[in-house]
């Protein structure tokens, strides 16, 4: 996994202050694999309560460690107990590394 | 011309660039979101071209009054109060701080909505529903962060030959200027 420390504690402390303690974050995508360089961070949320508007909620974490983290390509996957399932989903948790 | 012997030309056709944009984009949003957007609002988009081009030139709007506004006119005000724009962060960062910008996590918000707005249509409703939403929520911030910068061009240069373009109208409802 190729996310430092900080990043890692960043990403964790925000995702629970915007979503609640509830979130799961699972990093996927080429920083799961230590041997690839740079890429986006790509991130699975899931979260056991419904959140009211999961396009504004994505966007805005997204926004908020854009911020936290500088401007670092950032792709977030948000999943509450009423999305539709996608196959990004089960990607993601399947071969996505729990933070 | 300014203290330093740089054009305002440029500075002054951004600005009507992004005030023509933005009628442009409150018009759309006037007669988009007349009908309460949700799934079902959605489902009908199939039987309903136009209304479905109206969505697409929302977005459009949108991002286009956006990225003017942020990687055009931005810069280019920095560059008039003689400082040296850097990257896109940096300069949302010094608009904040310049009070001109109200919020730079909104901003970016907003440019990340950009992306749910075109991709989620096939793929989750609900999402695209949000997405659509939220961005009729960040219009103003758009519209200010025009004013604000239009404010404070006005203070502190001189009047070009043709005048400068006119603030955008903020609060609701949304006046429909762009219809004929």
New interface residues.
């Given amino acids: 996994m190729r996310l430092s420390d900080d990043q890692h504690r960043i990403i964790l402390e925000e995702t629970a202050r915007l979503l609640g303690p509830g979130a799961r974050v699972r990093l996927f995508g080429s920083r799961v694999d230590d041997s690839a360089r740079g890429g986006d961070i790509d991130l699975y949320v899931e979260t056991d309560r419904p959140i009211p508007n999961r396009a504004a909620a994505a966007s805005r974490l997204t926004a908020i460690l854009q911020r936290a983290l500088g401007e670092q390509r950032i792709d977030i996957v948000l999943a509450d107990p009423d999305t539709t399932p996608q196959p990004i989903h089960a990607t993601a948790r399947r071969e996505g590394i729990v933070l | 011309m300014t203290p330093t012997g740089q054009s305002l030309d440029r500075l002054v056709f951004l600005l009507e660039t992004v005030e023509k944009e933005g009628r442009h984009l409150l018009g759309t949003t006037a007669r988009l979101f007349v009908e309460p957007i949700d799934v079902a609002w959605v489902q009908r988009l199939e039987q309903r071209p136009e209304i479905s081009e109206r969505t697409d030139a929302f977005a459009t709007r949108f991002a286009r009054m956006q990225d003017t506004l942020g990687d055009k006119l931005v810069p280019e005000l920095l560059r008039q109060l003689l400082e040296t724009p850097g990257?896109?962060?940096d300069n949302l960062n010094r608009m904040e701080k310049l009070g001109l910008l109200r919020s730079?996590?909104?901003?970016?918000?907003?440019?990340?909505?950009r992306n749910?707005m075109v991709h989620?249509y096939m793929?989750?409703e609900?999402?695209?529903a949000?997405?659509l939403?939220?961005a009729a929520e960040l219009v103003p911030l758009l519209v200010d962060t025009y004013n604000a910068i239009h404010t404070h061009i006005q203070a502190r240069f001189a009047v070009p030959a043709q005048g400068w373009p006119p603030e955008l109208p903020t609060g609701t409802p949304i006046h429909d200027t762009t219809r004929p």
């Fill in positions: 990257a896109a962060l730079v996590t909104d901003w970016l918000e907003a440019r990340n909505l749910r989620e793929r989750d609900a999402a695209f949000g997405a939403n939220r």
